[in-house]
């Protein structure tokens, strides 16, 4: 548990957002060195995680790789002569993401976009 004396009394260590008053922390974070530490000493839903995380994206300066929908899970892995895209719907929707190379689970040329199935998955093979 994060304790709020904890948050407040170690260098560097700051209080972000407290669960109710009188609890104890709910988010802090601590910056060591050049980086942060962040700790979330709860399990919120995705609506209340999303401000955090934006906030520690930002402070990080990290921007997404691909614009898709929220709920499609990206993954890159890089080969020794061709990147992997791996897409994963998680919404049950579909979408449209974009990619330009091979998709791999149908041998279907991609090009601008690739359609992600309802709960599924698409592989899209990029060339280097």
Do not use: C, N
Request: no cysteine; charged share 25%; net charge positive.
């Amino acid at each position: 548990m994060v304790g709020t004396r904890t948050a407040h009394r170690r260098a560097g260590r700051r209080l972000v957002r407290r669960r109710s008053p009188g609890r104890p922390p709910a988010v802090t974070r601590h910056r060591i060195g050049s980086g942060t530490a962040w700790y979330l000493g709860t399990h919120p839903d995705q609506d209340t995680l999303a401000a955090p995380l934006h906030r520690i994206r930002q402070e990080a300066d990290v921007t997404p790789e691909h614009q898709v929908p929220a709920d499609i899970e990206v993954v890159r892995r890089r080969g020794a002569d061709a990147d992997y895209l791996f897409l994963i719907d998680h919404t049950g929707k579909g979408a449209e993401a974009p990619a330009e190379g091979v998709e791999l689970l149908t041998a279907t040329p991609v090009t601008g976009s690739v359609t992600v199935p309802p709960g599924g998955v698409a592989v899209v093979r990029e060339p280097r």
